[in-house]
């Protein structure tokens, strides 16, 4: 007889699922100039570096915030890792480390450095050390990330 209740695709790994320096790579993503100027005009961000195209500061033609960086990662991880099994977002420490422009193709490699239950059943706070490269394989960015995570369905829930 099937399952009648199959498998939700898409759903992030619980806790239980991970380990200490368990490693994950994530897809490649190539930053567009929608991505930049959408990003700049939600965040108010208007910075002549990031808005004209002729401006050719420091960081050379076209970089984009450290923080659509960020957020770009984040959200490959989110829909990799913790999809429906994320409970909070308890720290983060970002370190920029070179521009991202646009035309560059980022991805992550996530390291798993710390699994803690919590006190309460059926969660942990899950540590990892996220690595941000371009396609050259250098490194643009790196963060420690914490967060909340569920436990399998039924297993020291409250």
């Not at 570096?49 to 989110?78: C, K, N, Q, S």
Request: hydrophobic share 45%.
């Amino acid at each position: 007889m099937p399952d009648p209740t199959p498998p939700l695709l898409g759903l992030g790994l619980y806790w239980q699922q991970l380990a200490v320096g368990q490693r994950f790579r994530s897809f490649g993503r190539t930053v567009t100039e929608h991505d930049l100027m959408g990003f700049v005009a939600l965040t108010g961000m208007q910075e002549p570096l990031f808005v004209d195209a002729t401006h050719a500061g420091a960081l050379g033609a076209r970089p984009v915030p450290a923080a659509l960086t960020h957020a770009l990662i984040e959200g490959m991880l989110l829909r990799g890792m913790v999809h429906g099994t994320g409970l909070a977002l308890l720290e983060t420490h970002i370190r920029p480390k070179a521009p991202v422009r646009v035309g560059d193709t980022i991805h992550a490699e996530v390291e798993v450095t710390g699994v803690r239950p919590t006190s309460r059943g059926g969660r942990a706070v899950v540590a990892c050390a996220v690595r941000v490269a371009n396609q050259r394989g250098e490194a643009v960015m790196d963060y420690d990330v914490t967060r909340l995570l569920a436990g399998l369905p039924g297993e020291n829930a409250e």
